[in-house]
């Protein structure tokens, strides 16, 4: 099944603990994205790869990093979390960039104590 | 800069009934727009997009949208509504070529009473 996936979906964390959220997908994508949901703003882009190795900010990048070693693993790590990350995030993909159809996984419900 | 507006937090509409959940945007030469439903603790799934062509456009779901580049909108629309559309539904653009970021809209819950 064309998928993409996210772990954990759950996660309550404590301020300054480093935390990586994981995303996978198994349609060969090559643009992969991460997005924060938060009530009354809709979605943010926090950053997207448009291939291995090339990564670039979206909208709200600050306190987030992004990696992209393979094609189907896109990790958002947070280095030092804090309270005004809490937020409900989504990793996407799509064929052929930002202007395509995006696939969203499940969402990873994050809370900063 | 681009833009979306959602100008309805929530849309209740009657069983059966047609129901028109609005968009309207804002963006720089031709647009790329999209409509997507998230389900309770799911992920945005698509339902369907505009890029040319003909302004309707039919997606999933018995759903459609209609591009109207006058009134710069992009309104979803269902002829008969069923409980099971009760979602928050999103309204995305994306100036077509390049590699622009997709503005989202905030979202409009939409209640289907039985």
């Known amino acids: 099944e064309a998928q993409v996936t996210q772990n954990p979906r759950y996660l309550i964390t404590v301020t300054g603990k480093k935390l990586t959220v994981t995303c996978s997908q198994n349609m060969n994508h090559e643009y992969m994205s991460w997005y924060r949901q938060d009530p009354g703003l809709g979605l943010r882009q926090i950053y997207y790869?448009?291939?291995?190795?090339?990564?670039d900010k979206g909208d709200v990048p600050e306190g987030y990093k992004v990696s992209r070693k393979e094609k189907r693993n896109f990790p958002l790590i947070l280095e030092s979390p804090s309270p005004n990350q809490t937020s409900l995030y989504f990793c996407?993909?799509?064929?052929?960039?930002?202007?395509?159809?995006?696939?969203f996984g499940p969402g990873t419900r994050l809370t900063v104590l | 800069a681009q833009s979306v507006a959602q100008p309805e937090d929530q849309v209740n509409v009657a069983e059966g009934n047609p129901l028109t959940v609005k968009c309207t945007y804002s963006?720089?030469?031709?647009?790329?727009l999209f409509w997507y439903v998230q389900y309770p603790n799911r992920g945005l799934q698509f339902l369907l997009k505009y890029i040319t062509g003909d302004n309707l456009v039919k997606g999933s779901y018995g759903f459609e949208a209609e591009f109207n580049k006058s009134q710069t909108s992009f309104h979803l629309k269902k002829p008969s509504a069923l409980v099971s559309d009760s979602a928050l539904y999103f309204c995305a653009v994306s100036p077509s070529g390049g590699s622009y970021i997709p503005t989202f809209g905030r979202g409009t819950s939409l209640i289907v009473h039985p």
């Open positions: 996407a993909s799509s064929l052929r960039g930002q202007s395509d159809t995006q696939y």
């Open positions: 963006v720089s030469g031709n647009p790329y």
């Open positions: 790869s448009m291939n291995v190795e090339v990564t």
